[in-house]
């Protein structure tokens, strides 16, 4: 109805849509790229768990833990990873895993990385048991 004193509605709904419908496909597609980050943070930190608890062993290597990190990766981080890179070390009392990667990606122009590093101590024979 319209009248003197009275607006017309008309169309308001359309700019409202118009509005708040980019703001609120933004605002999902932020909390979906937030979970893909961090389901890849995780990967990437299981990953190097399972490397450092290889090359911690008693003969294990640095390559050890590479070989391992890299191969969890390789069976799981292609749901969450685009590229990675692994590097492992090792000393006479630690170990050290360190792993970068690539999360996907939904945004346009954002690229997050997520690292993780594991460490533990190398086990070593301290001496010997005689029964």
């Known amino acids: ?9 008309r169309g ?3 700019l409202e849509m118009i509005v708040a419908l980019p703001a609120l496909l933004g ?4 909390c979906v790229q937030a ?6 943070r995780q990967v990437v930190i299981a990953a190097a768990n399972q490397g450092a608890f290889a ?4 003969y294990g290597t640095g390559t050890d ?8 990766l390789d069976q799981v981080g292609d749901d969450a990873l685009t590229e990675w890179s692994v590097s492992a070390t090792r000393n006479a009392t630690t170990v050290q895993v360190q792993i970068t990667a690539q999360a996907y990606s939904i945004l346009p122009g954002f690229e ?12 070593t024979l301290t001496r010997s048991v005689t029964p």
Do not use: Q
């Open 12 to 14: 308001s709904i359309t």
């Open 35 to 40: 979970g893909l980050v961090h389901h890849a």
């Open 27 to 30: 605002l999902f597609f932020i």
């Open 65 to 72: 833990g590479t070989a391992a990190a890299t191969s969890f």
């Open 55 to 58: 090359a911690a062993a008693e």
């Open 112 to 123: 997050p990385e997520v690292s993780a590093v594991a460490s533990a101590p190398a086990e």
């Open 1 to 9: 109805m319209t009248g003197p004193g009275r607006r017309d509605d």
